[in-house]
């Protein structure tokens, strides 16, 4: 049966710290496919109109779009050269929670995200978000320095 892991990006060298790690682990490991995720914290609790909500849904869609081309869709073609399976997934919503749901939809084994202070999803990681992914997540999670 293939392996496989979660990889949290960023969209910054952390996020190519973890990728650089996930590939050490999936050779070690050898029969092993890579998920790919970038989380836009996104919270759906807020009060608009009807137009309103109407312009958040596409500037939520136009967020998605930008995320899968500028970071997961270079990240998958990285890792394709070096011979490992990969697919991604952008989604919105609270960080560890939404890696933590993408792991159990895809039967992960582990997630691994990096641990930073430039930004984006590290820096939410390492702070609540990261807390809560280590003791809450349904897999083992491995945070790269």
Known sequence: MNAKLIIGLDGEAS???????????????????????????WSPFTFQTAE??????????????IAQERIIDPA???????GIT???IVRHGDVADTLNAIALEEGAEQIVVARSSEGGISRRLFGSATSNLVMH?????????
């Open 15 to 41: 996020g190519s710290r973890a990728l650089s790690y996930g590939k050490k682990l999936s050779n070690l490991i050898g029969d092993c496919a890579i998920v790919v995720v970038y989380v836009i914290e």
């Open 52 to 65: 309103e909500n109407a312009q958040r849904h596409k500037r939520r869609e136009e967020e998605l779009k």
């Open 76 to 82: 998958i073609k990285q890792l394709a050269a070096d």
């Open 86 to 88: 990969a697919t991604g």
């Open 137 to 145: 997540a349904s897999v083992p999670v491995t945070v790269v320095g």
